[in-house]
């Protein structure tokens, strides 16, 4: 059973920082894609971020490109979301997710549906 348990969420002025972690068990963990996807109040969830197994290569919605950064600790079972030069925008709840089994660690992917195993969520404010 895979469990994925995020943290480092909080209150944050526009323009400042905060680093997300999310610490999986249950899985091998290099061996499956992450993600980071995150949903404000009447909106769908939407894709921030990818990474692939190894770590190797990682994509990022338009709107979080040159802001956040996405990156993996294989040793620690622990992908992170670094982000800076927060807007009042990003706000949310922002959820980790590992890849169905049988994917292609290899690539990346930003599709909710293609994510089987979702965290509790850790809520963001940015205040302006």
């Known amino acids: 059973q895979v469990q994925l348990v995020e943290s480092g969420g909080g209150l944050v002025q526009a323009g400042g920082s905060l680093r997300l972690s999310c610490a999986a068990s249950g899985r091998t963990f290099s061996r499956y894609g992450m993600g980071w996807f995150r949903q404000a109040p009447g909106k769908e969830r939407e894709f921030v971020a990818a990474i692939t197994g190894s770590g190797g290569a990682a994509d990022y919605a338009d709107s979080v490109k040159g802001r956040f950064a996405i990156f993996r600790d294989n040793a620690k079972n622990t992908v992170y979301l670094q982000m800076d030069s927060l807007k009042p925008e990003d706000t949310a709840v922002y959820y980790c997710?590992?890849?169905?089994?049988?994917?292609?660690?290899?690539?990346?992917?930003?599709?909710?549906?293609?994510?089987?195993?979702w965290g509790q969520g850790t809520q963001v404010t940015v205040s302006s």
């Open positions: 997710a590992m890849r169905n089994p049988g994917s292609r660690q290899w690539e990346t992917s930003s599709t909710v549906h293609e994510y089987d195993s």
